[in-house]
């Protein structure tokens, strides 16, 4: 079991959670570029984004209960280095921009195409590298 849900969370979920905020990021600044202002497709796949970073989250929860029960080691080199940046750069950080990211969107402080432009683009970074913090010998 625990070699299944580690190959779901570091490789095959991991790619696309990684690959759509690039996705996410470009789709909305075209958006806003060409002037749209309703566009239900787009925010369905924002939704999946945030569905698929859940999922990434839950998985990630699970391996640290593993971990804790002597089932699974820590990403990366096994440090408490590589542990702490992997968990902030894979779940703090990210929840904290599309956080952020709505509540501007919400308030009108920036048109929400442009906010989500910059929350698609950052979360790729952030969950990117978390994706090489997590790789043993990376």
Do not use: K
């Not at 470009?26 to 999922?55: E, I």
């Amino acid at each position: 079991m625990t070699s299944l849900v580690l190959a779901l969370h570091g490789e095959w979920l991991a790619w696309a959670a990684i690959g759509i905020w690039p996705i996410i990021g470009g789709w909305s600044l075209a958006l806003r570029v060409l002037g749209y202002r309703d566009a239900p497709t787009f925010w369905r796949s924002v939704v999946v984004g945030h569905v698929l970073l859940g999922l990434q989250i839950l998985l990630g929860l699970v391996l640290l209960v593993l971990h804790t029960l002597g089932l699974a080691g820590l990403p990366g080199d096994g440090s408490l280095f590589d542990f702490t940046w992997h968990l902030l750069y894979g779940m703090a950080f990210p929840l904290i921009v599309l956080i952020v990211g709505h509540r501007l969107a919400a308030r009108g402080v920036r048109h929400p195409h442009t906010v989500f432009a910059v929350v698609g683009l950052v979360n790729f970074g952030l969950m990117a590298r978390a994706w090489q913090v997590g790789m043993p010998g990376f």
